[in-house]
């Protein structure tokens, strides 16, 4: 099992694309700035290479995170120590056979949207009470996050 570097970034590059349209005026922009107090002018101001490039850090680092959710093969890798040169004849003869299990884009999305709906959902949620923000501004930030996780979880499942 060897970390797929270019998958994991081309997962985090989604997430650019999935905001450019998720948060375009025609579809959520106009909610999304309605319910979290931002202005076009506010926007302006800001530094959009910097709050690109760390989207996308960020993105990379979640990348990471759904690779272990969705290819279950890590966990295999896991019980042996992460080691495969040390591990018994049984995960070789384990990964000959289940190796390439359930490595496609369906099952991926299907492991990032559990992962977004029961956790960053949850996250997001409870944050927006405690800051006072409405529960549209909660489904409209969880649902682009479910919807990255997604198609972040079956690129990377998919991609061998």
């Known amino acids: 099992m060897e970390i797929n570097f270019l998958a994991l970034f081309v997962a985090a590059l989604s ?9 375009n005026p025609k579809v959520f922009g106009t909610i999304w700035m309605k ?10 101001g800001g530094n959009m290479l910097l709050t690109f490039g760390l989207s996308l850090l960020y993105a990379f680092f979640i990348s990471f995170i ?10 295999a890798l896991g019980m042996v120590g992460g080691d495969p040169s040390i591990a018994k004849p049984s995960y070789e003869a384990f990964m000959a056979d289940y190796g390439m299990a359930f490595r496609t884009f369906k099952h991926g999305a299907l492991h990032g949207f ?3 709906l029961f956790l960053v959902l949850p996250v997001i949620g409870t944050n927006a009470l405690y800051e006072g923000r409405s ?22 499942c998919a991609w061998k």
């Open 35 to 44: 319910e979290s107090g931002m202005t076009e002018e506010k926007m302006k």
């Open 114 to 116: 559990m992962t977004g």
């Open 66 to 75: 759904i690779q272990m959710l969705t290819i279950h093969q890590f966990g």
């Open 15 to 23: 997430t650019l694309v999935v905001g450019f349209v998720w948060y």
């Open 135 to 156: 529960f549209k501004y909660t489904l409209v930030t969880g649902g682009f996050w479910i919807v990255c996780f997604m198609i972040m979880g079956g690129i990377i």
